[in-house]
């Protein structure tokens, strides 16, 4: 059972726009910025998308991230075949003195 | 380039121990905090450890508290993990993540993973 709650799957056509959500509580969302992650079959994760919409150096602006109290999205519009992954949400919790993740969701472009 | 290689990984049985290596290179390692990310076969991320850039400051999952050990060496810039007492649900990929300047629980370079599997 993750920390964090993220649907198990997600899918779309090409083109199309695409949303993740992550739920948390107060002591990881609710306090601290999220970090997604994208993983693609057979390899390591990779930084997506860091204090809550921020892109790293070389990710497309198709992907887009927002946080709202204990809850975050990540968005991904004009949805590409080579966008099929596993998408995970992380943050810090102050409880745990860790970094959370969720439980990730499989993307599937149709 | 950033370049995070980890090592060490094999079968073990339960109970059993194993010392995981994470190679960096490409950055002033002694410069970063680091991690131990963890992800069993066909399931997600499960965050282990964290070591701060000294040492000094370090952190574990409850999963793995009183168990597994994380250190550094700065001279040979490396990042290990001692795992003890290990059982079949420590099964999974273990990654070396560098936490990023940027941001709170960043993790900015992953390396490849390293395969440890507990069974008898």
Not at chain 2, 36 to 49: D, M, N, T
Request: with cysteine.
């Amino acid at each position: 059972q993750s920390v964090l709650t993220q649907p198990p799957s997600a899918s779309g056509t090409p083109g199309q726009r695409v949303t993740i959500s992550c739920s948390g509580s107060s002591s990881n969302i609710g306090s601290y910025s999220v970090n997604w992650y994208q993983q693609l079959p057979g390899t390591a994760p990779k930084l997506l998308m860091y204090s809550n919409d921020l892109r790293p150096s070389g990710v497309p602006d198709r992907f887009s991230g927002s946080k709202s109290g204990t809850s975050a999205s990540l968005a991904i519009s004009g949805l590409q075949s080579e966008d099929e992954a596993d998408y995970y949400c992380g943050a810090w919790d102050n409880s745990l003195n860790g970094v959370v993740f969720g439980g990730g969701t499989k993307l599937t472009v149709l | 380039q950033v370049q995070l290689v980890e090592s060490g990984g094999g079968l073990v049985k339960p109970g059993g121990s194993l010392r995981l290596s994470c190679a960096a290179s490409g950055f002033t390692f002694s410069d970063y905090y680091m991690s131990w990310i963890r992800q069993a076969p066909g399931k997600g991320l499960e965050w282990v450890s964290y070591i701060s850039s000294s040492g000094s400051i370090i952190y574990y999952a409850d999963s793995v508290k009183g168990r597994f050990t994380i250190s550094r060496d700065n001279a040979k810039t490396s990042l290990y993990l001692q795992m003890n007492s290990l059982r079949a649900e420590d099964t999974a990929v273990y990654y070396c993540a560098r936490y990023s300047k940027f941001g709170t629980g960043v993790y900015d370079y992953w390396g490849q993973g390293t395969l440890v599997t507990v069974s008898s």
